[in-house]
């Protein structure tokens, strides 16, 4: 008897053990939550960018026409200068040597040719009494001829030998600010230096070009009313700058051109945007991003939280009506929000996705949803 009594309370224990693991099991299977969101379309406006560069309203190198060593320098970099204002002065002593010899020269061509002339006259009174006869007026009159030539080429040289003293004195063709200075006083430089002594760009005004692909360019244009290009310019918004430093410009542009002719080698049509530059904030040849404002009526947005990046593509996980979650590819418009993104494809009005907690989903998996608290 002794030994039935102790028998089941071991076949009771050993019951209860072998319970445990299972109750366990079920509670592993028990589907995790993850927060979900319903997409439905909103009216947003949002802002498309582009990489811009810049470039005052006219840019122009300043080179020297004539070699020689540099011998003043009247500016500073960033210096605004008026048309007409002296910027660098180039050793002239030679020039200036070379423009003595060519005045001598037709001071010489001048009296050869008035002595010329005399004694043509001479010999066409001693032609008319009949002393000479006429050939010795036509040599006079051919001498005379090629004084006065050589007199023509001897003031040619000297107005070129003037043009180039001149250009010794190198002065701004235009308003504007004063470039970068690579050449300092004694530097030698000449006519085919291969870097330019300055530039002058007037900024009043900045234009900022940006391209677009041949792809998006119909897209782009349709948006806006209008039968021709010019016609839609006028309903384009006005468009806004970031720039290098992450700061925005103050001042809102407006898109003016479209180039006619398609870049050969990329295949992009660029546009010129014109920004007023009063205070001279932006400088030519700096880069910055244009920032164009699009109105969607029925935009099918997600949180950038919602997605992640594979292979260069973005991902989301679908829910569907079994709550399994499905690894879904979308398409995403370049035009972004601070936390959204806009979908153009993989995703529609009334799916359901996960916004939060990806990292730890695989495809095919079932889960709990939860409305998100993110929307």
């Given at each position: 008897?002794k030994?039935?009594?102790?028998?089941?309370?071991?076949l009771?224990?050993?019951?209860?053990?072998?319970?445990?693991?299972?109750?366990?099991?079920g509670?592993?299977?028990?589907?995790?939550?993850f927060?979900?969101?319903?997409?439905?379309?909103?009216?947003?406006?949002?802002?498309?960018?582009?990489?811009?560069?810049l470039?005052?309203?006219?840019?122009?190198?300043?080179?020297?026409?004539?070699?020689g060593?540099?011998?003043?320098?009247?500016?500073?970099?960033?210096?605004?200068?008026?048309?007409?204002?002296?910027?660098?002065?180039i050793?002239?002593?030679?020039?200036?040597?070379?423009?003595?010899?060519?005045q001598?020269a037709?001071?010489a061509?001048?009296?050869?040719?008035?002595?010329?002339?005399?004694?043509?006259?001479?010999?066409?009174?001693?032609?008319?009494?009949?002393?000479?006869?006429?050939?010795?007026?036509?040599?006079?009159?051919n001498v005379?001829?090629?004084?006065?030539?050589?007199?023509?080429?001897?003031?040619?040289?000297?107005?070129?030998?003037?043009?180039?003293?001149?250009y010794?004195?190198?002065?701004?063709?235009?308003?504007?600010?004063?470039?970068?200075?690579?050449y300092?006083i004694?530097?030698?430089v000449?006519?085919?230096?291969?870097?330019?002594?300055s530039?002058?760009?007037?900024?009043?005004?900045?234009?900022?070009?940006?391209?677009?692909?041949q792809?998006q360019?119909?897209?782009?244009?349709n948006?806006?009313?209008?039968q021709?290009?010019?016609?839609k310019?006028?309903?384009?918004?006005?468009?806004?700058?970031?720039?290098?430093?992450g700061?925005?410009?103050?001042?809102?542009?407006?898109?003016?051109?479209l180039?006619?002719?398609?870049?050969?080698?990329?295949?992009?049509?660029?546009?010129?945007?014109?920004?007023?530059?009063?205070?001279?904030?932006?400088?030519?040849g700096?880069?910055?991003v244009?920032?164009i404002?699009?109105?969607?009526n029925?935009?099918?947005?997600?949180?950038?939280s919602?997605?992640?990046?594979?292979?260069?593509?973005?991902?989301?996980?679908?829910?569907?009506?079994r709550?399994?979650?499905?690894n879904?590819a979308?398409?995403?418009?370049?035009?972004?929000?601070e936390?959204?993104?806009?979908?153009?494809?993989?995703?529609?009005s009334?799916?359901r996705?996960?916004?939060?907690?990806?990292?730890?989903?695989?495809?095919?998996?079932?889960?709990?949803?939860?409305?998100?608290s993110?929307?």
């Amino acid at each position: 008897m002794k030994t039935t009594v102790l028998f089941y309370p071991l076949l009771l224990t050993a019951f209860l053990t072998s319970c445990k693991p299972a109750q366990n099991q079920g509670q592993q299977t028990e589907p995790q939550e993850f927060p979900t969101l319903v997409l439905n379309p909103q009216q947003t406006t949002l802002s498309v960018e582009y990489p811009a560069t810049l470039q005052g309203e006219q840019t122009v190198e300043i080179r020297s026409k004539v070699d020689g060593y540099v011998e003043q320098v009247y500016v500073n970099e960033g210096t605004h200068v008026r048309k007409g204002q002296p910027l660098f002065k180039i050793d002239a002593n030679s020039y200036q040597q070379d423009v003595n010899s060519r005045q001598a020269a037709v001071l010489a061509a001048e009296a050869n040719l008035e002595t010329a002339t005399i004694q043509t006259q001479r010999t066409k009174v001693l032609v008319d009494r009949k002393i000479v006869n006429s050939f010795e007026l036509t040599s006079a009159k051919n001498v005379e001829r090629v004084k006065r030539a050589e007199l023509n080429q001897a003031k040619a040289d000297l107005s070129a030998a003037k043009s180039k003293l001149a250009y010794t004195n190198i002065v701004s063709p235009i308003d504007g600010v004063v470039g970068s200075l690579p050449y300092k006083i004694g530097s030698l430089v000449s006519s085919n230096s291969e870097t330019a002594l300055s530039t002058v760009a007037n900024t009043k005004q900045i234009y900022a070009y940006f391209s677009l692909s041949q792809q998006q360019l119909a897209t782009f244009l349709n948006k806006y009313d209008g039968q021709q290009v010019k016609d839609k310019f006028k309903h384009m918004p006005e468009v806004s700058l970031t720039l290098a430093d992450g700061s925005t410009y103050p001042v809102k542009g407006k898109i003016e051109t479209l180039s006619g002719v398609l870049n050969a080698n990329t295949g992009a049509a660029n546009f010129k945007a014109v920004f007023p530059n009063k205070e001279s904030k932006l400088w030519s040849g700096a880069s910055a991003v244009l920032s164009i404002p699009t109105a969607l009526n029925d935009a099918v947005m997600i949180p950038k939280s919602a997605t992640f990046e594979l292979q260069g593509k973005h991902f989301v996980f679908k829910v569907d009506g079994r709550n399994t979650v499905h690894n879904t590819a979308v398409e995403l418009m370049d035009a972004v929000t601070e936390k959204d993104y806009v979908v153009t494809n993989g995703v529609k009005s009334g799916d359901r996705i996960v916004t939060e907690g990806l990292e730890n989903l695989k495809d095919g998996m079932k889960i709990k949803a939860v409305q998100s608290s993110s929307k």
